[in-house]
Nanobody, 125 residues
Framework: QVQLAESGGGSVQAGGSLRLSCAAS????????MAWFRQVLGKEREFVAA????????DYADSVKGRFTISRDNTKNTVYLQMNSLKPEDTAVYYC??????????????????WGQGTQVTVSS
C-alpha cells in the first residue's frame, strides 16, 4: 500500500510561483510512476504532469508546458511540481497520484492506483 501526502498549496497572484510536494510512504518512488492531476469543482480531473520510473520519461499537459516542471527526489521519497508563471485558470485542487506501471499512458487518471488528498492552489488576477 502506498500513501501520498501533498503539501505546498496556497494563494498566489498571477505570474507567481508555487512548489507542490508529494511525500510517499509504503514504497519507494524509484519504482513508481508519479503524476499530478488537478480538479475544479464540477469538472473532471485533469492531467497536469507525470514522470515515469525506469525510463526517465516525463509528460505535460499542453496548458502547462514551459511553466510547470515535475521532478523527484528519491532520497526523500518525494515528487515535486514546480509551478511558475501561474495563471488564474491554474486554480484547482491538485492531486498527486502513483502507480507501479511504467508503460501505460501517463495521462490517464484511471491508470493510477494511489491518490493523495489534494492541496488547493488559488491564483488571483
Amino acid at each position: 500500500q502506498v500513501q501520498l501526502a501533498e503539501s505546498g498549496g496556497g494563494s498566489v497572484q498571477a505570474g507567481g510561483s508555487l512548489r507542490l510536494s508529494c511525500a510517499a510512504s509504503g514504497r519507494t518512488v524509484s519504482f513508481l510512476s508519479m503524476a499530478w492531476f488537478r480538479q475544479v469543482l464540477g469538472k473532471e480531473r485533469e492531467f497536469v504532469a507525470a514522470s515515469s520510473w525506469g525510463y526517465g520519461y516525463t509528460d505535460y499537459a499542453d496548458s502547462v508546458k514551459g511553466r510547470f516542471t515535475i521532478s523527484r527526489d528519491n532520497t526523500k521519497n518525494t515528487v515535486y511540481l514546480q509551478m511558475n508563471s501561474l495563471k488564474p485558470e491554474d486554480t484547482a485542487v491538485y492531486y498527486c497520484a502513483a502507480r507501479p506501471s511504467a508503460t501505460m499512458s501517463l495521462g490517464v487518471a484511471s491508470s493510477y492506483d494511489y491518490w493523495g488528498q489534494g492541496t488547493q492552489v488559488t491564483v488571483s488576477s
